[in-house]
């Protein structure tokens, strides 16, 4: 039987990290699911670095359907959970229904990855990264250490059951060590 991981996301996703890490999981033979506040067609977006910005830009990029609102899922069903990051994770993370499939994930010590921006709907779950080594995309550092984790400079980054990185230049690192979890859970 293969074992199924939950995407959470919504609109103004990265592109990138929604779309590497879905095919990436299909390629390896899991069911990938895709959750967002409710089941819709969904308008990701480009980010990137260039040398005119201080920061990131912002492009449309492509849509993608979700599969099934936050609402309708059942957590247990899933064996591994990823959070891409993108503008989604501010506005996801006040969805009613998405606090108790995280807790799930951390209770159960399912693997849980994070990038980017992702950290940002770990908040929700505090209680369950505090103390814990992560890195997110250097903005989120304040959110990271609010919630009480500890924010690492680096990259990428494993602690437990947590893989976290920094952004979508990261992502086969990401991949790679998600999957590694997920294989030995």
Sequence with gaps: MSKKVLIVTGDAVEAL??????YRCLEEGLEAVIASPAKKTLHTVCHDFEAHSETYTEKPAYQLASHVAFADVNPEEYDGLIIPGGRAPEYIRLNEHLKPILTHFFEANKPVAAICHGSQVLALVGEHVRDREMTAYQACR??????????RTEPLHVHNN??????WPDLPGFMREFLRLLREA
């Design 17 to 22: 990290e929604i779309f590497y890490p879905y």
């Design 142 to 151: 304040p959110d990271v250490e609010a919630c009480g984790a500890i924010y």
């Design 162 to 167: 947590l893989v976290s990185a920094h952004a």
